[in-house]
């Protein structure tokens, strides 16, 4: 009788494997095949021994998808790789969606990591004490006009804002906007904090204020958090109190 096989959807953390669920390395441990894309590929690599290892390349999360669930149809346990939290614009959402398209009955554990803002958060103290929201502003899949309304409605809202995807090479102008809507309701002073490969290798942490972020570094290895109107920043350390009264 042919063999059950299964996908795992993994994140694999931020980086540093110290911060990788146990459940994720033991679902790594127990796959034939893992699949991602070639940078997460690598911060796993002490868990690829014996294992298939498919990597590709951006911008094939769908094929990926249609490969995980074609080769656990063969029989194969199989990990899909996401960096951070798989259901944190990463590969959960896809491989369910191509899934339910296939009518598909293959098993599929999703296991969660610590996402990227986390990490960050604990890098710079403790910016995310109270309500916050996350904007990815990137334009590839979603319109900019509504990551505009989404950027104004949490600026409005005086909720902390971490911003994933904030910059590529081609893609410029939108952390430029990002940063003039908010200077529609916080004051220039408002602490930033920037986090460069949170945790892995080539880490940068820098703190910075609303009215000067643009001039640092920032690409998509970036995070960027910047606080609400109670935020404070003293010695480096960024805190948005939770109001304890202290
Ligand atoms: C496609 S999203 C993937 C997010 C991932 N699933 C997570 O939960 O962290 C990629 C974006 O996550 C952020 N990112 C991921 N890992 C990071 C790290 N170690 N340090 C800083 N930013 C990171 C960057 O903003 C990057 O552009």
Redesign the pocket.
């Known amino acids: 009788m042919k063999k059950n096989g299964k996908v795992f959807v993994i994140?694999i953390g931020?980086?540093d494997e110290a911060y990788r669920a146990p459940a994720a390395t033991r679902a790594l441990m127990k796959s034939d095949t893992i699949i991602g894309y070639k940078t997460y590929i690598e911060l796993i690599e002490e868990t690829l021994e014996g294992k298939e290892v498919i990597d590709s390349g951006m911008r094939k999360e769908v094929e990926r998808c249609q490969l995980a669930l074609t080769l656990a149809e063969e029989g194969k346990v199989v990990s899909l790789v996401?960096?951070?939290?798989?259901g944190?614009?990463?590969m959960a959402g896809a491989l369910l969606q191509v899934k339910q398209q296939r009518q598909s009955d293959i098993e599929v554990e999703v296991i969660p990591?610590i996402?990227?803002v986390s990490?960050?958060a604990a890098l710079l103290g403790a910016p995310l004490m109270h309500d916050f929201a996350v904007i990815s502003l990137s334009d590839l899949l979603t319109d900019w006009e509504l990551i505009q309304k989404r950027v104004a409605l949490a600026g409005e809202g005086d909720f902390v804002i971490a911003l994933?995807?904030?910059k590529s090479k081609g893609r410029t102008i939108q952390i430029e906007e990002t940063q003039k809507i908010l200077l529609k309701y916080r004051s220039k002073e408002t602490p930033v904090g920037i986090?460069?490969?949170?945790?892995?290798q080539g880490e940068v942490v820098i703190v910075t204020t609303l009215g000067e972020m643009l001039l640092h570094p920032i690409d998509?290895?970036?995070?960027v958090i910047i606080g609400n109107s109670h935020t404070t920043m003293m010695n480096d350390v960024m805190i948005t109190p939770r109001g304890y009264g202290i």
Do not use: F, Q
């Open positions: 994140g931020p980086g996401s960096s951070g939290d798989p944190i614009y990463g990591g996402t990227a990490a960050a994933y995807n904030p986090v460069k490969n949170g945790t892995r998509m290895l970036t995070v």
